[in-house]
């Protein structure tokens, strides 16, 4: 078990005085059993109005406008997150299962594919190859294996926008590219599966008390009996550096913070630091 202090700052400079924004931040750690929200905030300066309330993916979102001029926009999200390990699974779903009426209707956005999660042919072909011969959980994981394996990490080599098909065509992206990747391949051979987004902390080692530069993170759950975690950036199951915040079909259910804004950005700073607290 660890408790984890996160703050989650970004901060927007305009190339001259803007006299409107409308904006959603979903900046709020879960309440969810093996994670307790001990402590949660959101700040924005400035602001006119805010209000909160809670998506259909069961998301706490703030909502908040700025109805005067102003050249800078910082939102802070600040939370104390109880987070304990995943417990082990007894129950595994078979081939049959999943594909059986009572699954496929209950968990039909979680297999649906999109423009975003859609992969290439190669890639499916992979997926198909695995679910061949592994069981569903065995499948899920060979393909996890795989987009870590084919797929680098390389920061800022695609936008929030980027298909998963593109970043499997350059063989490079970010988590929010591993997540969509894994989650298309995993739809494409009937295994539900989401995107859950939140905050990793980088450092399993880290002395208590010792703040360092955290990440806003993406990672996949698949349906095999249960929800299950698993982070295919870095290989691993979701432990209890993970912090979830949301959960939905794609990076586009819930985004972190959107907005719509009478101007234009010149400079966007984020930045996330994460203390381990015990």
Same mark, same amino acid.
């Given at each position: 078990?660890?408790?984890?202090?996160?703050?989650?700052?970004? @901060?927007?400079?305009?190339? #001259?005085?803007?006299?409107?924004?409308?904006?959603?931040? +979903?900046?709020?750690?879960?309440?969810?059993?093996?994670?307790?929200?001990?402590? =949660?905030?959101?700040?924005?300066?400035?602001?006119?109005?805010?209000?909160?309330?809670?998506?259909?993916?069961?998301?706490?979102?703030?909502?908040?406008?700025?109805?005067?001029?102003?050249?800078?926009?910082?939102?802070?999200?600040?939370?104390?997150?109880? $987070?304990? =390990?995943?417990?082990?699974?007894?129950? +595994?779903?078979?081939?049959?299962?999943?594909?059986?009426?009572?699954?496929?209707?209950?968990?039909?956005?979680?297999?649906?594919?999109?423009?975003?999660?859609?992969?290439?042919?190669?890639?499916?072909?992979? @997926?198909?190859?695995?679910?061949?011969?592994?069981?569903?959980? /065995?499948?899920? +994981?060979?393909?996890?294996?795989?987009?870590?394996?084919?797929?680098?990490?390389?920061?800022?080599?695609?936008? $929030?926008?980027?298909?998963?098909?593109?970043?499997?065509? @350059?063989?490079?992206?970010?988590?929010?590219?591993?997540?969509?990747?894994?989650?298309?391949?995993?739809?494409?051979?009937?295994?539900?599966?989401?995107? &859950?987004?939140?905050?990793?902390?980088?450092?399993?080692?880290?002395?208590? #008390?010792?703040?360092?530069?955290?990440?806003?993170?993406?990672?996949?759950?698949?349906?095999? /009996?249960?929800?299950?975690?698993?982070?295919?950036?870095?290989?691993?199951?979701? #432990?209890?550096?993970? $912090?979830? !915040?949301?959960? @939905?079909?794609?990076?586009?259910? &819930?985004?972190?913070?959107?907005? !719509? $804004?009478?101007?234009?950005?010149?400079?966007?700073?984020?930045?996330?630091?994460?203390?381990?607290?015990?």
């Amino acid at each position: 078990m660890s408790t984890l202090r996160i703050e989650h700052r970004t @901060a927007f400079t305009y190339s #001259g005085p803007i006299v409107s924004s409308y904006n959603e931040a +979903r900046l709020t750690p879960a309440w969810l059993p093996r994670q307790r929200v001990l402590e =949660s905030k959101v700040e924005v300066s400035p602001v006119t109005w805010r209000s909160t309330y809670r998506d259909y993916w069961e998301a706490e979102v703030h909502v908040f406008e700025v109805l005067q001029q102003h050249e800078e926009l910082t939102v802070v999200g600040s939370s104390l997150v109880e $987070v304990s =390990s995943v417990a082990a699974r007894e129950e +595994r779903a078979s081939w049959d299962t999943l594909k059986g009426p009572r699954f496929q209707d209950l968990l039909s956005e979680y297999l649906g594919l999109s423009d975003v999660t859609e992969p290439t042919e190669e890639l499916a072909e992979v @997926a198909r190859e695995a679910a061949g011969r592994l069981d569903p959980d /065995g499948t899920a +994981r060979a393909i996890c294996d795989h987009l870590y394996d084919q797929v680098k990490y390389v920061p800022g080599a695609t936008t $929030v926008h980027t298909p998963a098909r593109d970043a499997w065509d @350059a063989r490079s992206g970010v988590c929010q590219d591993f997540a969509h990747l894994a989650i298309g391949a995993l739809r494409t051979v009937g295994i539900p599966a989401r995107y &859950v987004s939140g905050y990793l902390h980088p450092k399993r080692d880290a002395e208590i #008390g010792e703040t360092v530069s955290g990440e806003s993170h993406a990672w996949v759950e698949w349906w095999t /009996g249960d929800w299950f975690g698993f982070d295919p950036t870095n290989d691993r199951e979701v #432990g209890d550096h993970h $912090v979830i !915040v949301a959960r @939905a079909r794609e990076y586009t259910d &819930v985004p972190p913070l959107t907005g !719509v $804004v009478a101007g234009s950005t010149t400079d966007l700073d984020v930045s996330v630091r994460v203390t381990q607290v015990e």
